[in-house]
C-alpha cells in the first residue's frame, strides 16, 4: 500500500487515478444528457476544484461555457470576524442555468453561502457536481445532484484537495493514516 507524508501527517492511497477519471468520465456522459441544449455555464469554485473541473470539461461535449470562483476569506472589521466573499462573478448569469463545480461537499456550509451568493443574481437553475461528498457530515441543505465518489468522513488530499495547502498536485486521492 502507497503510503505518503504531507507535513506531519501520514496518507494512505485510497482512489487511484483511473478510477477517478472513469467516474469522471461516466458524471460527463450524464450531464451532457442532462443538460443538451441548456447552454449551461460551469462555474469551478477554487482552488479545489480545478483538476475535477478540468477533467469534466474536456468530456463534456454539449453547447457550454466555464467560469471560475473563489471565496475570498478576510478579516471583517465587524466582531463577527471572518467574511467569505464570492469573488470572480464577471458573466451575466441571469437567467442561466449554473452547474456548480465543486472538489468536496462535506458539512455544506461553503455550498449554501455559494449558493445565496448566486440566487441574487436571479439565474434560472443551480444545480451542484462535486468530486466528492461526505454524507455523513453534510447539512441537507441542498441536493447534490452530481458527484463522483461519496465517501466517509474521513480527511483526504490530492487530485486538487490540500492538507494546509499542500497535496494538491497529487494525481490520486489519498486517505488520512
Ligand atoms: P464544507 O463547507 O464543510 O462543505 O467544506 C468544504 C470545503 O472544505 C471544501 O471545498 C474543501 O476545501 C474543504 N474540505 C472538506 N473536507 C475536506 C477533506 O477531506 N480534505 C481536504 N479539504 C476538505
Ligand atoms: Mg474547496
Redesign the pocket.
Known amino acids: 500500500m502507497e503510503t505518503i507524508q504531507i507535513l506531519d501527517k501520514k496518507f494512505d492511497i485510497y482512489i487511484n487515478n483511473d478510477q477517478i477519471k472513469n467516474k469522471i468520465i461516466d458524471l460527463a456522459k450524464v450531464i451532457d444528457n442532462d443538460f443538451l441544449d441548456k447552454d449551461p455555464i460551469f462555474l469551478g469554485i477554487l482552488n479545489?476544484s480545478f483538476m475535477f473541473a478540468a477533467e469534466l470539461f474536456q468530456h463534456l461535449s454539449i453547447k457550454c461555457s466555464i467560469s471560475f470562483l473563489k471565496l475570498s476569506s478576510y478579516d471583517g472589521t465587524e466582531s463577527s470576524g471572518k467574511m467569505n466573499q464570492l469573488i470572480g462573478i464577471n458573466e451575466d448569469i441571469k437567467n442561466r442555468n449554473i452547474v456548480i463545480l465543486?472538489?468536496?461537499?462535506?458539512?455544506?456550509?461553503?455550498?449554501k453561502h455559494i449558493v445565496e451568493e448566486l440566487e441574487k443574481y436571479d439565474p434560472n437553475e443551480i444545480k451542484i457536481a462535486s468530486l466528492l461528498y461526505k454524507p455523513e457530515a453534510y447539512n441537507n441543505l441542498h441536493k447534490i445532484d452530481y458527484y463522483a465518489f461519496s465517501i466517509p468522513n474521513e480527511?483526504?488530499?490530492g487530485y486538487g484537495?490540500?492538507y494546509c495547502g499542500y497535496g494538491r498536485n497529487l494525481k490520486h486521492i489519498y486517505k488520512i493514516k
Open positions: 479545489g465543486e472538489d468536496i461537499i462535506d458539512t455544506g456550509n461553503t455550498l480527511f483526504i488530499v484537495l490540500d
